[in-house]
């Protein structure tokens, strides 16, 4: 599949709830709405999906949310989804706030996951509970350690928020280096209504990496994991270091992405609001050619790029809907 600009559009995240066990401040609200259930796509419904997705040229799926492992019996998912690698599709990974993982992570990696990315913004625990408003840092830490355990390599993600966690990049660089992990910094993005000031917050990664160049050296790497993420080498760990700057650096030109929400849209950017609907058509007993048809119109539509802007004057989201119903 190849979008209006040529960009080949390999790559699908597949939010499987909405739903989560934290309320990270950044990403929701403290007393979100979240769909019914009658609404949510089943796994059979999901899988037939992601099929199509694959016989059409998909190579990488990330399961997310939501928190992915909280939707009843997901491993299911990702047990079938894992016969399909090898079969068209190269990569099964997943996102997840690790608060599950101490039950799961064997079957993930059984079922044929290498790697997952785990969020963890916090190594403090006062504040990785006031950051989520509600998590337990030694559950998800247990999660992680769960996961390396059980052979999934891992990379812990981390949006950068000024005045909240601005002075833990150093330990956590240190840390992740200790215990094998790659680690991501993400700029955080204006999707859907938070409790604060989004532009009290936002934090350019081109600020932290001036920091960060203090204490560590960073080499550029050409390393690439099919996603928005542009890696350095830290030379003192030997572990490397991500950044997602969407609101910096536009990452739109090299997008070979879309995202498929629990319900059916697929979303063909993260950043806007253009959807195209497929519970109607498989509720409606559509034919495999039928699904095929229906994502290739929907990729003829995939825009240029978001536009998202953070600053005082506009408070309100870039897009409406949050990053946990679209998928991060
Ligand atoms: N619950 C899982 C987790 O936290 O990893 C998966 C879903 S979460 C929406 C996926 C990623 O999006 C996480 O790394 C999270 O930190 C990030 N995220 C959520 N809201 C965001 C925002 N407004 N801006 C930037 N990143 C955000
Ligand atoms: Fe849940 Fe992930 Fe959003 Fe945090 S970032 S509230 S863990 S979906």
Request: overall charge neutral; charged content about 30%.
């Amino acid at each position: 599949m190849i979008d209006p600009f040529g960009r080949p559009i390999t790559y699908l995240r597949v939010s499987v709830t909405d739903r989560c066990d934290l309320r990270c401040t950044y990403c929701m609200a403290e007393d979100m709405t979240f769909l019914p259930k009658r609404e949510l796509l089943t796994l059979e419904e999901l899988d037939r999906l992601c099929g199509a997705f694959i016989r059409l040229g998909t190579k990488k799926l990330r399961l997310t949310g939501g928190e992915p492992l909280v939707r009843r019996d997901v491993v299911r998912l990702v047990e079938s989804l894992g016969q399909r690698l090898g079969q068209g599709l190269d990569e099964l990974t997943l996102t997840t706030n690790g608060t599950q993982l101490a039950k799961h992570a064997a079957a993930l990696r059984a079922a044929g996951v290498k790697r997952l990315n785990i969020s963890l913004d916090s190594l403090d625990p006062a504040r990785f509970r006031d950051l989520t408003r509600r998590g337990d840092i030694e559950v998800v830490l247990d999660g992680i350690f769960a996961a390396k355990a059980a052979g999934l390599a891992i990379r812990i993600n981390a949006v950068a928020m000024k005045g909240v966690n601005e002075d833990e990049f150093d330990s956590m660089i240190g840390w992740c280096g200790e215990h094998g992990f790659d680690l991501c910094l993400i700029e955080t993005m204006p999707m859907g209504e938070i409790d604060s000031y989004r532009s009290d917050q936002y934090l350019p990664i081109s600020v932290v990496r001036g920091r960060l160049r203090k204490n560590w050296t960073l080499e550029d790497s050409d390393h690439r994991t099919g996603g928005p993420a542009r890696y350095f080498n830290i030379r003192e760990t030997g572990r490397r270091i991500g950044f997602i700057t969407p609101m910096t650096h536009n990452f739109c030109e090299s997008c070979n992405r879309v995202r498929l929400t629990c319900t059916g849209t697929l979303y063909m950017c993260l950043g806007q609001d253009d959807s195209a609907e497929f519970r109607p058509l498989l509720r409606a007993g559509a034919s495999d050619d039928e699904l095929e048809s229906a994502i290739v119109a929907a990729i003829a539509r995939k825009p240029k790029g978001h536009d998202f802007v953070i600053d005082r004057k506009r408070e309100t989201p870039g897009v409406a809907r949050h990053m946990s119903v679209t998928g991060g």
